[in-house]
């Protein structure tokens, strides 16, 4: 897990950081605590009264083709239109695929972008556009992994002008980096210009190996036929049992010992 430095906004200014978020802060390693009590404790945790919004990015490394999700094309040829059909949504005009029936009771809710395009045809290019908000590609940009001179991802920019909240940095991603089944890491998930102290937050909660070729591991594939390195399972929160050799005793020992701290 990479941990960005928050130390400094890019004025170079100290964060201001008061006793009482410090002693928090440090009671996370003094209880033994892993990354699911501390997003447990975030979540209980009064809301702030600032009325921004919160944003999750759901990026499909390789998955979910627009002609079997929400652009169906039923009167493309049959090589063409996919194998899926199409069903109507709340929204009049608009239909999506057949397997979405949640999503299409809820067309309210949401909004199609169709616009939303870019010209390359490159999979690591793309992975960088998509990542970071640039249609253009850095100057030094090299297919094979991520470089000093790439643009930084928009959950480093995110992070890094955006405060903490519950003493926990603002963007984080999860499950896991994105690497290719070659094992080469995708560009464009980490800082690049903005140097390696606003790498992203990476929450590596995934069960299973990082290499990934799939959307879902009930239909996992490999579109150039390789083996699958390892089985995948479902995606899982990680473990909430004690750190090996933290037992009841310790930790009711460390409890008392936050108390006190807290008093």
């Given at each position: 897990m990479v941990v960005p430095q928050h130390s400094t906004r890019q004025t170079g200014r100290p964060l201001a950081v008061n006793r009482r978020a410090l002693l928090q802060a440090s009671s996370i390693g003094l209880l033994g605590l892993g990354m699911n009590q501390v997003a447990a404790r975030a979540a209980a945790s009064p809301k702030p009264s600032?009325?921004?919004?919160?944003?999750?990015y759901i990026f499909l490394s390789g998955g979910l083709a627009q002609h079997d999700s929400f652009d169906m094309?039923?009167?493309?040829?049959?090589n063409i239109r996919g194998e899926f059909q199409p069903i109507d949504t709340k929204t009049p005009g608009i239909q999506i695929c057949e397997h979405l029936p949640?999503?299409?009771?809820?067309?309210?809710?949401w909004a199609l972008c169709r616009s939303l395009t870019h010209n390359s045809n490159d999979h690591s290019a793309g992975h960088h556009i998509m990542l970071t908000g640039r249609s253009d590609l850095p100057k030094g940009f090299r297919d094979t992994g991520p470089q000093p001179s790439d643009w930084p991802s928009m959950t480093s920019v995110a992070g890094a002008v955006l405060p903490p909240r519950n003493n926990l940095p603002p963007a984080a991603v999860l499950p896991d980096r994105l690497i290719h089944a070659t094992r080469r890491v995708i560009p464009g998930q980490?800082?690049?210009?903005?140097?390696?102290?606003?790498d992203p937050w990476f929450i590596e909660a995934s069960p299973f190996s990082a290499v990934t070729s799939g959307a879902f591991p009930d239909y996992e594939f490999d579109h150039q036929d390789r083996p699958i390195a390892r089985p995948r399972t479902r995606f899982e929160v990680p473990s909430l049992s004690l750190p090996e050799g933290l037992g009841p005793f310790r930790m009711a020992r460390r409890t008392r010992l936050l108390c006190a701290l807290d008093r």
């Amino acid at each position: 897990m990479v941990v960005p430095q928050h130390s400094t906004r890019q004025t170079g200014r100290p964060l201001a950081v008061n006793r009482r978020a410090l002693l928090q802060a440090s009671s996370i390693g003094l209880l033994g605590l892993g990354m699911n009590q501390v997003a447990a404790r975030a979540a209980a945790s009064p809301k702030p009264s600032s009325r921004a919004p919160s944003v999750i990015y759901i990026f499909l490394s390789g998955g979910l083709a627009q002609h079997d999700s929400f652009d169906m094309k039923p009167n493309a040829p049959a090589n063409i239109r996919g194998e899926f059909q199409p069903i109507d949504t709340k929204t009049p005009g608009i239909q999506i695929c057949e397997h979405l029936p949640r999503l299409a009771q809820r067309s309210h809710l949401w909004a199609l972008c169709r616009s939303l395009t870019h010209n390359s045809n490159d999979h690591s290019a793309g992975h960088h556009i998509m990542l970071t908000g640039r249609s253009d590609l850095p100057k030094g940009f090299r297919d094979t992994g991520p470089q000093p001179s790439d643009w930084p991802s928009m959950t480093s920019v995110a992070g890094a002008v955006l405060p903490p909240r519950n003493n926990l940095p603002p963007a984080a991603v999860l499950p896991d980096r994105l690497i290719h089944a070659t094992r080469r890491v995708i560009p464009g998930q980490f800082a690049g210009i903005m140097g390696s102290r606003h790498d992203p937050w990476f929450i590596e909660a995934s069960p299973f190996s990082a290499v990934t070729s799939g959307a879902f591991p009930d239909y996992e594939f490999d579109h150039q036929d390789r083996p699958i390195a390892r089985p995948r399972t479902r995606f899982e929160v990680p473990s909430l049992s004690l750190p090996e050799g933290l037992g009841p005793f310790r930790m009711a020992r460390r409890t008392r010992l936050l108390c006190a701290l807290d008093r």
